[in-house]
């Protein structure tokens, strides 16, 4: 059975950081996974933030996150983290972790619809 559990939420003041951390179990990430970390804020939708190939290859869903978050792999642990510094209230929400396997370079990285597992997700909150 295929899982993906997320770590490393928590509450934080503006321009502190956290490091979240989504560890697979039943498979191993470098067989030609992609992993994603999304998040939901309250009342909107689910939005990609930054995506990782598993040959290394990044793609941040948006400007929002460019110079703030980054994304790495450690594939020995099966695990895939989301630096997150300079963090403010925008970034509350929700963050999930989710795969999906390819074995091709795909456009459009952190398009959602291109993930087949989930993580339950787990909780930031920035606060003043």
């Known amino acids: 059975q295929f899982q993906l559990v997320e770590s490393g939420g928590g509450l934080v003041q503006p321009v502190g950081s956290l490091r979240l951390s989504c560890t697979a179990s039943?498979?191993?990430?470098?067989?030609?996974?992609?992993i994603g970390w999304f998040r939901q804020a309250p009342g909107k939708e689910r939005e990609g933030v930054s995506c990782i190939s598993y040959s290394g290859s990044i793609t941040n869903a948006g400007d929002s996150v460019t110079g703030r978050f980054t994304i790495s792999r450690d594939n020995a642990e099966n695990t895939v983290y989301l630096q997150m510094n300079n963090l403010n209230p925008e970034d509350t929400g929700v963050y999930y972790c989710?795969?999906?396997?390819?074995?091709?370079?795909?456009?459009?990285?952190?398009?959602?619809?291109?993930?087949?597992?989930w993580g339950q997700g787990t909780q930031v909150t920035v606060y003043s």
């Open positions: 989710a795969a999906f396997r390819t074995m091709s370079p795909v456009q459009s990285m952190c398009n959602r619809s291109f993930y087949i597992y």
């Open positions: 039943g498979l191993s990430l470098d067989y030609y996974y992609t």
